[in-house]
């Protein structure tokens, strides 16, 4: 995206221009080019090509791990509760063992997640068009790399309600993350002399290759920044606000997350143990700031950092025809 001086708001080309233009004269990008140019706005070629690469490392919530593909029950004969020490008239005065029952449910293994952090890498090219001076629509494509991690504790409910035992405490449990990510959005600017105002939004899919699932992405990015061409210098730069709201399904194999020997005494006969984890952003906002420099009317170099529990940096290679 080039950010050339479009010093004017929507609603302001609209309600003046859209009266006045015929669709009898030659179609141009953007609509309205010739008129806004006539009153002197200098706007951007109507096509541009991007190359990308995005690092990012944030925090996250695991809402819940489910799992499946599991036995109805471990079907052991129980066993009664032991003192492991000495006894005395009927008291232990050593280790009590809680008693096991028969048949535990399989189902009441308990899983509790302790936050968590994901660092992803993102590659993308993007192919964008400016319809009207204050309205540019893309779509992008790319590649995501990464991992996500987050602390557990397993436990067992053996009969015992609200008081299940811990067989797993504070365990890494790591997800690689690798998927091929499609989306669109837009932008809206509008500016007054060399101070100028942009709105991104976007709506993106990843496909995850690596294990099943998927990412849903809905990014929304306001920014106000000033404009240093008029001054010499070939450089646009802003400061801004970024949501994001992104929620991660994510499954796969439940041998990823026990170990193989447990996972082989609870698995259900022709079945494969899975797990099914729902997870979304710590925090949905940041501070983002960002630069646009000039090469020549043809390339231009964008980047853009981000501050706070988000932190990411950007940068990307622009070219507009």
Known sequence: MELRRFSTAAAII?????????????????????????????????????VGYMHVEQGINVNSIELNGLKNSLGNSGRPEQCIGISIGGNCNGWLIPEIPADIPVNDIIVDTKGGFQESDVWTVRADMWLFPFL?????????TGYSETTIDVALDLGTPGNPTTIVRDAAFKLDLDGNMYGGGLVVAGGYNEWFTIVDASYTKTNLTVIDGGIDSIVVTPRVGYDFTNHGHPVRVWVGGQYQNIQQTLKGDLRDLFPAEFVDLVEADGETAGFVVKQELASE??????????????????????????QSAFISLDTRF
């Open 285 to 310: 906002w940041n501070t983002v700031v960002g630069f646009n420099y000039v090469i020549n009317p043809t390339f231009n170099i964008i980047g853009e950092f981000g501050f706070g529990d988000r």
């Open 14 to 50: 609209g309600t003046t221009f859209a009266p006045t233009y015929s669709f009898a004269t030659s179609f141009e990008l953007p609509i309205w080019k010739s008129e806004a140019e006539e009153r002197g706005y200098i706007l951007p070629k109507a096509f541009g090509i991007s």
């Open 136 to 144: 540019n629509l893309y779509a992008i494509a790319g590649k995501i």
